[in-house]
């Protein structure tokens, strides 16, 4: 039997964020042959339904109001909830980023069905589906089937590959009115300070540092090799503790769980709660003055040395392949 | 101020995850309050402390859940519920849990419920939300600051690096993010007194719940280890022959650059 999948496309600072053609991916999977219809939330996003469409969606429903310009949980619920009425839809895909994260248990309660989150890949036979998540911040994953109801998931980004893009594919867009009111939450302000809008949970590249870094100036080479790279700057919690930078980059069981295709430590030990973090990453790099130290057990390559002596050095090297 | 934090048992950080038939083994594992409900618990205790009013830590499980609503309550919390399921239900998912913990709190006077932001074992971050819908009160995820002045809540929350600075009213559920607080220890008078203090215990029957209501929605029908790396280089010879090798390495074997 084929399913209809909703998708929800997710856009940041006016592009789409990579995790929405991972989550059309996704929603191939599940729908069995059957339609892949995106969904689009903003004040003006008409413009994006083309490359929904261009990454497998066969149609497109955009909800534009401006009390969608920004994510709220009241306002992109009631938007949502308006799209499931009219379409029915027998699976919903989000991404499990800040935003799918907030808003999808309140869709699942509000549908009383069940939603398996951060879900790294999809074994289908046929209508049977098998979704398999980290638990235990990445020390093991689960196997774990949606008895009844719509099949609701969310995708971890980087790690369900997009289809190919076709500019060629062709899809129905479609506008549905509705009326967001009531919003309990008023944003007043947000305040960016990630490293030049690459988000530490998609970049392909981090760039973490430890408790070696030393300082908050310490972090200044990280920071040029990560830019360099098109890579985002994380931290274990030594690093935050001794507040050389802020949480919101800590990796680890408390903190972000990162799958980059390169993750390069930096002066950091590698206790258990770090490696949960961060050991799926498809490539570890460690850079550590002392060689016993844990991190290099899970180092596909390992330097033990000075950071201040390598991280220049490999800037350099970095630099010059990229001349070449 | 009526204040709620929800906590969860979970294995201590520190603990190897052993596996065997499908199963997380439990046994001579140490548990603590999952670290994020530790936030919550000393944020529910702050605003006490600062507008007046009663905490109330609550959890779901078996027996041994006691041992952390009796550490939340040598932190400082006030009251314990510990609504066991153990002899009623063989499995929880988040539909459950939610059902459960909204099924506790819909008659009582709620003004703040604080949850942390996700487990540290199941990682799904979704009950304290499913939590906030079916008790029809707005909720906000991640929180790192949190100010009640008036009819005004003030929050930070963090949004994947970013910080949203927002505000809302009571009533309210917020979930916990690092960086909100740090959690103290349970003093010595702490811990005495945490003996004395009421911990209420219901069964589904107490809440009138029955069994079919709380039927789950997912089923986890495996659990494995991830796959053991093969072990890495550690490069040898000159620092920078060392990172001209690493450079090339990435380029040519691990093609990640």
Do not use: W
């Amino acid at each position: 039997m084929t399913k209809k999948v909703l998708v929800l496309g997710e856009a940041r600072e006016g592009s789409l964020r990579n995790v929405s053609f991972e989550a059309i991916a996704a929603a191939k999977t599940v729908a069995n042959g059957g339609e892949i219809v995106a969904v689009l939330l903003g004040d003006t996003v008409a413009d994006l339904a083309k490359e929904m469409v261009a990454y497998g969606a066969d149609r497109v429903i955009t909800v534009e109001h401006p009390h969608l310009k920004q994510y709220t949980s009241d306002g992109y619920s009631q938007a949502v909830m308006a799209v499931i009425e009219q379409e029915n839809p027998e699976g919903i895909v989000f991404g499990h980023t800040a935003l799918g994260k907030d808003l999808s248990p309140k869709i699942a309660s509000k549908l009383q069905a069940g939603l398996v989150s951060d879900v790294t890949s999809i074994e289908s036979d046929g209508d049977e589906h098998t979704f398999i998540r980290p638990i235990y911040s990445g020390k093991a994953f689960e196997k774990i089937k949606i008895k009844d109801g719509v099949t609701f998931f969310t995708v971890r980004p980087n790690n369900i590959a997009p289809l190919e893009k076709d500019d060629s594919r062709s899809g129905d867009v479609s506008s549905l009115a509705v009326d967001i009111t009531n919003l309990r939450t008023v944003i007043k302000e947000v305040v960016r300070k990630s490293t030049d809008g690459v988000d530490l949970s998609e970049a392909k590249v981090v760039v973490a540092g430890g408790r070696g870094v030393k300082s908050s100036e310490g972090f200044e080479p990280l920071k040029e090799l990560a830019d360099l790279l098109g890579g985002a700057i994380g931290a274990s919690r030594g690093a935050c503790d001794a507040d050389y930078c802020d949480y919101s980059l800590q990796i680890g069981q408390t903190g972000k769980v990162v799958t980059p295709d390169l993750y390069i430590a930096a002066g950091i030990s590698g206790a258990i709660q770090h490696l949960a973090g961060m050991s799926n990453s498809k490539i570890i790099v460690a850079i550590n003055k002392d060689p016993e130290a844990n991190i290099f057990n899970v180092a596909d390559y390992g330097i033990v040395g000075d950071l201040f002596e390598v991280l220049p050095l490999l800037i350099e090297e970095f630099k010059k392949v990229k001349q070449s | 101020m009526n204040i709620y934090a929800l906590v969860k048992r979970t294995f201590d950080t520190e603990e190897k995850i052993v596996v065997s038939g499908g199963k997380i083994q439990e046994d001579g594992a140490e548990f603590i309050i999952n670290p994020y409900d530790e936030y919550a618990v000393e944020e529910a205790i702050q605003l006490r402390d600062a507008h007046g009013g009663k905490v109330t830590v609550l959890t779901l499980g078996g027996e041994d859940a006691e041992e952390q609503l009796r550490k939340a309550l040598a932190m400082g919390a006030d009251e314990a519920v510990l609504i066991n399921t153990e002899d009623d239900l063989d499995e929880l998912d988040e539909y459950a849990a939610a059902t459960l913990i909204a099924e506790y709190l819909k008659d009582k006077e709620v003004d703040i419920i604080i949850a942390g932001n996700v487990a540290v074992d199941g990682g799904s971050g979704q009950v304290g939300p499913r939590v906030a819908d079916l008790l029809d009160i707005n909720y906000v995820t991640t929180i790192t600051s949190l100010e009640i002045d008036g009819d005004v809540v003030k929050i930070v929350r963090d949004i994947e690096g970013d910080s949203e600075i927002l505000e809302t009213a009571l009533p309210l559920l917020v979930t916990a993010q690092q960086g909100l607080n740090e959690p103290r220890y349970p003093s010595l008078p702490g811990i005495m007194k945490a003996k004395k203090k009421p911990l209420e215990e219901l069964e589904l029957d107490d809440l009138d719940i029955d069994e079919d209501d709380v039927e789950v929605k997912t089923e986890t029908v495996d659990i494995f280890l991830p796959a053991q790396k093969a072990a890495g280089r550690v490069l040898e010879g000159d620092i920078a022959d060392q990172v001209k090798e690493l450079v090339n390495l990435l380029h040519t074997e691990a093609k990640v650059i």
